[in-house]
Each structure stands twice: as C-alpha cells, then as structure tokens.
C-alpha cells in the first residue's frame, strides 16, 4: 500500500471512531510524543546545560573574586540564558503529556456530553490539533525572542501558545455546556461507559493507587524530613558565599559554589523522583479503563501491563538514586521509561487495531 492511500485510510478510521476512542487515541499519542521529547530533553539539552551553567558560576565566582563586577553580571546573563533555554523546553515536555492527561478524562466523560455526535468529533479533533501546536511555540520561545513582535514583552511564539491554550479553554468550555446539558435531563447518555476489563484493568488500578500512594507519602516525607533542611542549607551557603566574595577568597568560593550546586541537585531529583512517581501512577489508572478497547491477545496484553507498572516503578527509584550512583541510575531510568513508552505504544496498537475491528464488523452488519 502506497503512503498516499496509508492517510486517507487512517484519517477515515479515526473519523469512524468516535468521539470517545478518537480522545484515547490522541491522548495515547500524545503521552507517548512527551515522554519521548523528555528523554531527548535530558539528553541533549538539561544535561549540557547544567554542565554549562556550573561552569558560568564557576566563572562568575572568578570574576567576583577579582572585583570585576561587569564580568559577574556577564556569567549571570548567560545563566538566565541557559535557564530559559531549558525552561521552555521543560514547559513544553509537561503541555504535551499533560494534554494527554486531558484527552483521557475528555473520553472517560463522551457517555455525558449531550451533544449531537457531529459536534462532538469536532471538538475532539479541534482539542487534539490544539493540543499538537500548543508545545511548538512554547518550544520556539527562547529562539523567537521578540522579533517583529507588535508587542513590547511577548513574542510571536507566546502569542501563539496563547491562542492554543484559548482554543482547549473553548473546547473544554463547550464540553462542560454539554454535560451541563446532560445533567438537565435534555438528552439521554450517549454511548457506552467506559468499564474495567479484568485482571489487566484491575491490575493497572492497584498498581496505579499503590504509585500514586507511594509518590503523596514520598512528598510528604520531602516536606517533613529535607525541604526545611535544603532551605536553612542554602541560606547558610549563599550568606557564606557573601563573605567569602566581601574577602575575595576565591578557593573558598569555589567550595561554596559547588555546595550551592550540589544541594540544587539533590533537591532537583528528589522533586523528579516525587512528580514522576505519581505521574506514573495516574497513567495507570488511566490505562486500566483503556483495557476493553486493547485488541490483543491476553498474553501480551497482561506483558504490557507489568511492563508498564516495572517501568513506572524503577523509573522514580532509579531517578532518586542518581544522587549516589551517577551516571549509571540514570542509565536504568532511561531503560525504564523506555519500557513504559513501548507498553504504551503496545497498547496504542491494541487500540487501533479494536477500531478497526469495529468498522469491519458494522461494514458486514450493513
């Protein structure tokens, strides 16, 4: 089969979807897009990043130790660079799995939506092309800058992230106009719950709870036990730091700064670990409802649902242990997520292939 007729034949199975299995199918394509843009944003920019950024302060502390203060703000500059650099990159690693998210609780509520089914797939399609040019601006930020923008303080690619995120407000407005419409009695439910499927769903729920439990206990831990101690250890650091620069002791600065750095990222995998641990957690309950609509058979279905939960499992655990291993944990989290990207994207096969086995088996009905 020829690419030219690949398209319209996937276009058309999508148009036969539905409402319900078209937001599955983009929230599972979206997921999978995030977490492969936030391996290579580690790799490639968050790792040499943080490199360049140590060796700015490592320069800026130089400079401080020389009375240059010109050079000081110079370094300082480059870092706020390499900041934003990084940030929007972060951003728009987070509004793409995030949409997702959204997609999936969209198709969990489709049954409530009283609104003619036209109006319906339109909205989905509207939510999910939204949802696909939303992170491309919010990557171009820091390229973009403010050429030729009419405005003084945002740029073209802010401007069109706005407007994206204007087009989900609106669509999620009329959702919510839809079941509000429902819950007036003005129309009855339109098509099937969505309903656990099993072993396999049942699975994916309590791993699901048992990560997100793990990841609130995690949190709560942090904030009881280091968070205090992380702030009162940066205050001390940076008034020592103030002093040694006021004496221009520039071995000590040194020492200062890479304290300063290593408490940073002490504190920075412990928030990574907190967040992908329950980020895991809800793609598991998200997944467990997702169960009926996997069209494969038992055995690889029951392999993707442990490849899922291993890899939502070590990844957290591997991302903590970064602070003593180094290198080689971050290694084991990669190979993780990368489990958990395959399960997904197993999963979505196991969903298109469910759609369309449907159409064939209306074609033959008619």
């Not at 034949?9 to 319900?20: E, S, Y």
């Not at 409530?112 to 491309?136: C, D, E, I, Y």
């Not at 940076?238 to 004496?247: F, P, Y």
């Not at 989290?333 to 469910?354: E, K, Q």
Request: proline fraction near 3%; avoid cysteine; charge should be neutral.
């Amino acid at each position: 089969m020829t690419p030219s007729a690949i398209v319209p034949r996937i276009t058309g199975l999508l148009d036969r979807a539905g409402p319900a299995r078209l937001f599955i199918i983009g929230g599972m394509f979206l997921v999978i897009a995030g977490m492969i843009f936030g391996d290579l944003f580690a790799v490639f920019i968050m790792h040499p990043n943080n490199a360049n950024i140590g060796g700015e302060l490592a320069a800026a502390v130089a400079a401080a130790a020389a009375g240059d203060p010109d050079t000081v703000f110079s370094h300082f500059g480059v870092i706020g660079s390499l900041l934003e650099n990084a940030g929007t990159k972060k951003d728009a690693h987070v509004h793409i799995i995030h949409a997702g998210y959204l997609a999936f609780a969209l198709a969990f509520l489709q049954p409530w939506v009283a609104l003619g089914r036209k109006h319906k797939m339109l909205l989905a399609k509207t939510f999910l092309w939204a949802s696909v040019v939303l992170p491309v601006p919010i990557f171009l930020i820091y390229y973009v800058g403010l050429v030729f923008s009419p405005l003084q303080s945002i740029g073209w690619a802010s401007i069109f992230a706005d407007l994206s995120g204007l087009v989900l407000i609106v669509v999620l407005a009329v959702e919510l106009v839809g079941m509000w419409r429902y819950a007036r009695g003005t129309s009855e439910r339109d098509g099937a719950v969505l309903r656990l499927d099993g072993r396999n769903s049942r699975t994916l729920l309590a791993g699901g709870l048992l990560l997100v439990l793990a990841g609130f206990l995690f949190g709560a831990f942090y904030a009881g036990v280091h968070m205090e101690e992380h702030q009162s250890r940066e205050l001390i650091i940076l008034a020592d730091l103030m002093e040694q620069a006021g004496v221009q002791d520039s071995a000590a600065m040194n020492q200062g700064m890479m304290a300063y750095g290593g408490l940073q990222a002490e504190r920075g995998v412990m928030i990574a670990a907190h967040a992908h641990v329950i980020e895991f957690g809800l793609l598991a309950l998200m997944m467990a409802i997702v169960q009926p609509f996997v069209f494969l058979s038992a055995a690889w279905r029951r392999r993707l649902v442990w490849m899922m939960l291993v890899g939502g499992t070590v990844l957290p655990i591997a991302v903590y242990s970064e602070m003593w291993y180094g290198l080689l944990t971050g290694a084991v989290a990669d190979l993780a997520g990368l489990m958990v990207i395959v399960s997904l994207f197993g999963m979505l096969i196991g969903v298109l292939r469910y759609t369309g086995k449907v159409d064939v088996d209306e074609g033959e009905k008619s």
